[in-house]
Nanobody, 126 residues
Framework: QVQLVESGGESVQAGGSLKLSCAAS???????MAWFRQVPGKEREFVSA???????NYLDSVKGRFIISQDNAKSTVYLQMNSLKSEDTGVYYC?????????????????????WGQGIQVTVSS
């Protein structure tokens, strides 16, 4: 069974930076990995995705501020978040879908995700 474990969430002032990490175990073959976030009372929202070939996809409101990357040797995906805003606050979930190569845009839909992490809290205070 694939497991995703997130780390790096914490509280930060607006304008600051955070780097989230997601370590995947038993995730093999072509796949895409993504970050979603959720606040109480709202649906889980796509933030960013990356596929096996390094193609990336971002939510419009985070373009230019967030960078997704991966270390295939460590089976880890990262989300560098800069110039954080209060509206970036939420529980951030790591997600993955296996069996797909060019999946940076496919992985933006929560309905196709095969595996989810437990989620970590990111709080940005203004």
């Amino acid at each position: 069974q694939v497991q995703l474990v997130e780390s790096g969430g914490e509280s930060v002032q607006a304008g600051g930076s955070l780097k989230l990490s997601c370590a995947a175990s038993r995730l093999t073959g072509p796949h895409c990995m993504a970050w979603f976030r959720q606040v109480p009372g709202k649906e889980r929202e796509f933030v960013s995705a990356i596929d096996t070939h390094g193609n990336t996809n971002y939510l419009d409101s985070v373009k230019g501020r967030f960078i997704i990357s991966q270390d295939n040797a460590k089976s880890t995906v990262y989300l560098q978040m800069n110039s954080l805003k209060s509206e970036d606050t939420g529980v951030y979930y790591c997600a993955a879908k296996d069996g797909i190569g060019y999946g940076a845009y496919v992985c933006q839909s929560a309905q196709v995700i095969s595996y989810w992490g437990q989620g970590i809290q990111v709080t940005v205070s203004s």
